[in-house]
């Protein structure tokens, strides 16, 4: 199965400041990643599928880039509900698989 | 307004079977693919399997063996059955929907509140 590392592990910023997170599989799933926002309590709420395209209702100050390994979500000007835990998950094969989350911190 | 609520016991005894029920409104069930995910602190997130209306189902190898997903679509729900559990089974429950018609996404677009199954000896 794909493995999927993200990193940093936590994120100590600033409302105001931007977020940058990294997701790397262990083999090329083309664009086929999304991204999730979990806060505590809740379930996960998608923010980007297939890399770049933001889900319904997401603000544009989420974007995601990223094709092959490498694949990055930015959260620009973070909001203070922009606090939370960042997940990506890979389609690309069967099963699929989410990363093990950056926590974005105050 | 698309919903999904999972329901069914919160503890389960070892080496026995867990049953969920995730009923669904706002959106039929004769359409999408329909997922259930856990999530425990020791293995992070993790997918399950899927369904479709049609009643193909696709589940997660590590699971296979244990696992059956169901679908009732005159009540607009969709059940998982996991059965032998252990502690190693103790998550929070998630049912999902991915949003492709005819064929799977892959990305979840709604979820379930989510809901604790403790698994007890």
Redesign the interface.
Known sequence: ?IVLTQSPATLSLSPGERATLSCRASQSVST?L?W?QQKPG?????LI?DASNR??GIPARFSGTGSGTDFTLTVSDLEPEDFAVY?C?Q?SN????????TKVEI | QVQLQESGPGLAKSWETLSLTCSVSGSSISSYYWNWVRQSPGK????IGYIYYSGMS?Y???LKSRVTISLDGSKNQFSLRLTSVTAADTAVY?C?RDPGMGT??????Y????MLVTVSS
């Open positions: 199965e086929y999304a999730y809740q379930a996960p709420r998608l599928y889900a319904t997940y998950q389609r069967w099963p699929l698989t989410f990363g093990g989350g | 992070g997130l993790e997918w696709t997660n190898p590590s998630y999902a799977a996404r892959g990305h979840f677009d979820w379930g509140q989510g």
